[in-house]
DNA sequence: ATGAGTGCAAATGCTTTGCATCCTG
DNA sequence: CAGGATGCAAAGCATTTGCACTCAT
């Protein structure tokens, strides 16, 4: 956590319009993640939290990031098979950059692609598209 | 599973290639793999393969994908966050569509890219660039 | 008989849930 | 005081592991 940033405002903005209350641990969730670029784990803001709020539950850092990603404050990443979900603050459309070795999770912003990743090795690329499959687009809805 | 197909012989031969013995197990899984485009989980293999073989063992089922995996024959995906891991036996180098309503996971060429998934509404676009970090190449090693 | 492979069950690890309690409005 | 939120512990899953047994070399 660095000094309160735009970032901190806007995710408390946008707990006030997705009606949610800004408790003291919502509060310490979202200044814990907001400005982080490291991607962490659940575990790791747990780890963190824990020792400036020592009632901070490991339940409530799960159920404050899941109601984070709904009100559109961060996303999920599950980038690796073996690696558990890891949380990434930086809602823009941008792509990732998995360390094979010692699984870093570089952001990779769109307008640079390939030139930002210059320092990085790249060994493979993945892409996924997603959407809206032909069956489901005819049966409609939502 | 269909007739024998080139696919199988050649995940027979990745197999010997990589010391493993053809265990009927392994043959099983490697015939409701092989040719199966659906991305399927270990736990629908496993269904799948009970029938046929009773004495079919879930832990068989995930270690014989562990080991088809690293003799090259097959990847594992994991693709949205709630899911659990899907195994594709196309291992050359291609994208994937993933529906949001439905979860099926198509299988995106990388000679067609957009073209190919005409019939599907991309929504969002995710990229994950694999291979080594600056610190982790300066380190060298394997 | 040696060692890889199997099958079962138990263990592990991440994540979610139930529920009593606590605030806040 | 009503409903949302928290904290704890327990439950759920997917996945992995330990171990005794089997089978092919």
Redesign the interface.
């Known amino acids: 956590m660095r000094r309160p940033s735009a970032r901190v405002n806007a995710a408390l903005a946008a707990l006030d319009r997705a009606e949610l209350r800004k408790t003291p641990q919502r509060i310490a969730v979202v200044h814990a993640l907001v400005d982080d670029t490291s991607h962490p784990t659940a575990q790791q803001i747990f780890d963190r939290l824990r020792r400036q709020m020592p009632t901070m539950s490991f339940a409530t850092v799960y159920n404050t990031l899941a109601a984070l990603e709904r009100a559109g404050v961060c996303r999920?990443?599950?980038?690796?098979?073996d690696d558990s979900?890891r949380f990434d603050p930086m809602v823009e459309?941008h792509?990732?950059?998995?360390?094979?070795?010692?699984g870093?999770v570089?952001d990779?912003p769109r307008a640079r692609e390939r030139a930002e990743?210059q320092?990085?090795?790249?060994?493979?690329?993945?892409?996924?598209?997603?959407?809206?499959?032909?069956?489901?687009?005819s049966i409609g809805g939502s």
């Open positions: 999920s990443l599950r980038l690796s098979h979900a459309p792509d990732h950059a998995v360390c094979d070795r010692c870093r570089l990779v990743i320092e990085f090795r790249v060994r493979a690329v993945e892409r996924v598209y997603r959407g809206e499959c032909q069956q489901c687009q």
